[in-house]
């Protein structure tokens, strides 16, 4: 095998999805929704997959009927879109889910040593994805509060200005961003990306920002887009996902946003990769996407995973645990500290991961060690947290309701 894959291990997927599997727990672990997707998701697919002319290649940089569509839908309310009206011909690349258009990206703009940083805790492919594109990860924590008090919110995870300048050398090229953010639930706010801005601006660097949450935002709490941003949109790739706002991440259908000459560059890089993606699921996304455009959809998704996210933490503080507050997404952090697990302190293997390799074995349950987001170095700064999804039915998550009481 080549060299860079020796560094590479297992993925936290390829280990805890199958374990949950294998002990018929109930998986709160990977983030996909255990519903079926709304009947005009499927229909789409129906339609599209029996409609004759859906079965050849499409266009490289991505199918007219979608690019329309994501373009439109921008286009159309600048509150949840982009500054920049999007031209569906040379803003947008459509790509295999998120994790291909941040690959994508990485590959089409880094050269061999370039450091791209990225922020603790991160969506796994990170780190992995900058070495693939021969690129070195530099890596910069979110501070969790010192003394966090009772209601702990996602939000108090803070980058620190003196910690990411420092990180900056010259062989710098860019930052990987992710808002509303995998694992935390945290939304970036206006201030924090600014401040992100300036020291991207003053160091000539890049910005890809992982956005797949961006529709799933609860109650007052607004997405903010990095290219929104003065002088940002020339350097910034916004990654987005279809999965995650449609509940099918089997679909992998993903985009990226930017410039002309940004999308030029990976629009290149991709023709020979994948040269295009496929056509009936691209269209069916775009039928969704104009289903669901006047917002009706987006906020019924956002109340239910809203809902999902107040049940879950009801049912943890009923068995005295308490899930970090949540702003968007999928997932809440969830302290661990008073649950006693055979926990070998002599052991290399960190507490969380410990702890969730008994979990679904003990207790029938499935969650993700925090720590597995964290560069080897900083580790320890997961602390006591896990990861809970709650994408997840009303009653997957009632039914772990017994599951709480033998940890409590
Ligand atoms: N980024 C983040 C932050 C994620 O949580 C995920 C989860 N799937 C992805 C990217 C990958 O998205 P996709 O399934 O569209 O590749
Ligand atoms: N994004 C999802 C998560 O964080 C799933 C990722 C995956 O399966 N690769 O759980």
Known sequence: QAEFLNTFVESIWSEFTPLAIKTNSINLGQGFPD???????????????????????????????????????????????????????????????????????????????????CIEPYFDVYPTGIVMAGGVPVFVPLRPPKNPG?????????????????????????????????????????????????????????????????????????????????????RTITICSSGKTFSV?????????????????????????????????????????????????????QNRFKDRYQQLSQLLEEHKLKAVKVDAGYFCLVDVSGVNFPYDQNSDVPRDYQFCRWLPVEVGLAAIPTSAFYSEKNKHLAGNYVRFAFCKKKESLESARQAFQKLS
């Open 150 to 234: 009772p209601n702990i919110s996602a939000q108090e995870w803070t980058l620190d200005e003196s910690e990411l300048r420092a990180t900056i050398t010259p062989k710098t090229r860019g930052i990987i961003i992710n808002t509303p953010h995998n694992p935390t639930g945290k939304i970036f706010s206006k201030e924090e990306l600014e401040m992100i801005s300036h020291v991207v601006v003053e160091n000539n660097m890049i910005v890809f920002s992982d956005e797949v949450y961006e529709f799933l935002v609860f109650g007052d709490n607004k997405h903010v887009r990095i290219a929104n941003l003065p002088e940002m949109w020339d």
């Open 35 to 117: 519903w079926i997707p709304e009947e005009f998701t499927t229909k789409a697919l129906v339609e599209q997959a029996n409609t004759p002319q859906n079965h050849q290649y499409t266009r490289a940089r991505g199918d007219l009927q979608l690019v329309n569509a994501i373009s439109d839908l921008y286009n159309s309310n600048k509150e949840i879109g982009f500054q920049e009206q999007l031209d569906p011909l040379t803003n947008i690349l459509v790509c295999n889910g998120a994790n291909d258009g941040l690959y994508i990206s990485l590959c089409s703009f880094i050269n061999p040593g370039d450091e791209i940083i």
């Open 249 to 301: 991440t089997g679909w992998k259908i993903g985009w990226l946003i930017g410039c002309k000459q940004v999308i030029n560059t990976v629009g290149l890089y991709n023709q020979y990769k994948v040269f295009c993606v496929s056509t009936p699921l691209q269209r069916s996304v775009a039928t969704c996407i104009r289903q669901s455009m006047d917002g009706q959809y987006f906020s019924m998704i």
